[in-house]
């Protein structure tokens, strides 16, 4: 994505993706992890899955930046496996980065296929691993491939609220295993991993034109205000605000 703002951009949300973005033009402010941070034009500003943050513009000039949301099990699977690295530092300047890493990761301008994904995703691997102290603690080896099971289950129908007694027989984990195995692997819990794959399908029945409140009930939310909770939580704005937003960008 890249974007222009002016004023507060974001309430406070997160995402259960790595957030890796370059500021392109004035100062970039947000709150992460208890501190306050500033992104300067030609700063790069690293966000953790799970890590609730905010967005404003540090001064009345605004801000503008490109950022991309990395799957964090792709990250992983970039790994060869094991737990996830964890960037120490949230704003850091393009020159510390790996060379040629800049112009993989944020230029998207053209058509990205299957192939140019990975790649992006090794250049972000490349960013992230100088800038970590290490993988998050692990819980000891993963059951990748049941997990794997799991977050596919949930992804292909997240309408569908499935049991802990279904995930725990569809893994072959108890529920206290699966809970800490998951989030090692992919940043963020299974809830977690289903209601942001609701926001998504509201997402694109908002944009093909579906009511709010008929989109909240086909993504499986209780009633348009649920979902709207949701929605700001994650992505800082109300999805009438969203939705505007995407219109005016068609145009």
């Known amino acids: 994505m890249e974007a222009h703002f002016y004023g507060r951009a974001y309430a406070p949300h997160r995402h259960d993706t790595y957030a890796i973005g370059i500021t392109l033009s004035g ?8 501190e306050q941070r500033y992104s300067l034009p030609g700063q790069c500003h690293i966000l953790h899955p799970d890590e609730v943050h905010d967005g404003s513009a540090g001064t009345e ?5 490109r950022i991309v949301y990395i799957d964090p099990g792709l990250v992983r699977e970039a790994l060869g496996g094991g737990a996830l690295p964890f ?60 997990l794997a099971r799991v977050r596919e289950a949930i992804a292909v129908a997240p309408a569908r609220r499935l049991s802990l007694e279904r995930l725990e ?14 989030r090692a692997a992919y940043g963020t819990s299974p809830s977690r991993f289903r209601t942001m794959r609701q926001l998504d399908e509201v997402r694109r029945l908002l ?3 579906t009511p709010p409140a008929e989109a909240a009930l086909a993504a499986g939310f209780a009633d348009q205000s649920h979902m709207t909770r949701h929605f700001k939580s994650a992505y800082g704005m109300t999805p ?5 937003a995407v219109t005016a960008r068609r145009r």
């Open 27 to 34: 100062v970039q402010s947000f709150r992460y992890r208890g």
């Open 240 to 244: 009438v605000r969203w939705l505007a």
């Open 169 to 182: 027989h569809l893994s072959g984990l108890d529920r206290w295993t699966l809970a800490r195995q998951f």
């Open 207 to 209: 944009r093909a034109g």
């Open 87 to 146: 960037a120490c530092e949230p704003v850091v300047d393009v020159a510390r980065l790996p060379p040629g890493s800049v112009q993989q990761i944020w230029d998207f301008d053209r058509a990205v296929d299957e192939a140019e994904r990975t790649d992006i995703t090794v250049a972000a691997l490349a960013v992230l691993a100088p800038l970590s102290l290490g993988a998050e603690t692990s819980p000891g080896p993963l059951a990748l491939p049941a």
């Open 61 to 65: 000039a605004g801000f503008g930046y």
